[in-house]
């Protein structure tokens, strides 16, 4: 009886702790899931992932039962002790052979899929993507194919969300401004450490129009969980549409739109001191050009240029389009997807709440200092937005304005 009780309690942990893994791999359509690749660059680590992890399972389903025949056949019942195997060469050179022989077979295609996912040289376009503490910042240089091939006339600077054409490949320059960052789309690609100083190249390219979602995998402070990203595929024509307005001259809010206008002069007064708005004037006539270098740590702060044609805001943290709307995009069909993506952020699908509560507190609602009193540590620059205090009247004027830049 004593001894099936101890049986029992060898097995309860296997079997829980097995059902748990079993029921973690039930999620569909998750949005980093690794097993369910969507371009070329995942396919092969997809490819490679599932032998391995098939012969990691059955090695492992081998060790847990020889134990548990250990475990049982060999139970204490006062028995003497068993026939020792310690001095038999064929025994335990077979034990020896059998697992070099394994890691060689994963190590040779490992090694292979590390080199064919470290090509560069067959990339068509290139974006700088730099991470900092807690956003990444998107570059397309006018140069090469981005402008003979893809009409960037200009260079594009966004954040949050990586926009690429389909079925291209698209050569990333990573690198970061403060501290060690890792880029990460699951679906996509691997990951890639963005380090101060140095730039690595990866990768990446999606075969079908969508929203992939991405997360920092290397802890880089405060609020490390609120760095995310997203990159955005879209079909070659609809990625032409998304340069043309990407490039399309700045214009004010129209003379009927009062809120909005007095939301474009207290942008200029609150938030251009960091956030640039290509094209946007000062009160003079001359060209807003923003110098986050004397206010922010990093030296940086987003382009808000064409906010409302992402879909997020605060580092890819809160999306900018209700629930329901979100949805909506998300969902489409591949066919449908550019034409979803490409309307932007009306005022119906504007997620309204989150967008007030960071205007109205952004470091409350990501942490951006443990002490936020002490700024003396850093010359009295900010690590993130601060809280501009804003009134709710000022907030519902600065929303208006957003909603226009488009």
Known sequence: MKSSRRWSNIVKPVVAVSSLVALAGCAKD????????????????????????????????IVFAAVAWAVFRFRDRGQAMPEQTHGKPALEITLTVIPVLILIGVGIPTVGTIFDLAKTDDTEMTINVT????????DYPAVGDNAQVYGISEPIVTSGQLVIPEDTKVLLRVTSRDVIHSYWIPKLNGKKDSVPGRVHLLRMEGSEPGIYAGQCTEFCGLSHAYMRMEAVVLSKADYATWVANQLEPYTSPSADNALALEGEKLYLQQCARCHQVNGLLNPDGTPNVAAPDQYVVSGAAPNLTNLMTRNTFAGASWDLLTPECR?????????????????????????????????????????????????????????????????EDQINALVAYLLELK
């Open 30 to 61: 998750a949005p980093q899931d690794t097993w369910q690749p969507a371009g070329p660059n995942a396919k092969m680590i997809d490819d490679l992932q599932r032998p391995i992890f098939y012969i990691a399972g059955i090695v492992g389903v």
């Open 131 to 138: 991470g900092q503490q807690w956003w990444w910042e998107y």
């Open 327 to 391: 949805d909506d995009v998300w969902n489409a069909t591949s066919e449908e997807f550019g034409e979803k993506y490409l309307a932007g952020v009306s005022e119906d699908c504007l997620n309204q709440k989150d967008l007030r509560e960071w205007l109205r507190n952004a470091p409350e609602k990501k942490p951006m200092y443990a002490d936020p009193t002490k700024l003396a540590d850093t010359g009295g620059k900010y690590r993130g937005m601060p809280a501009l205090g804003l009134t």
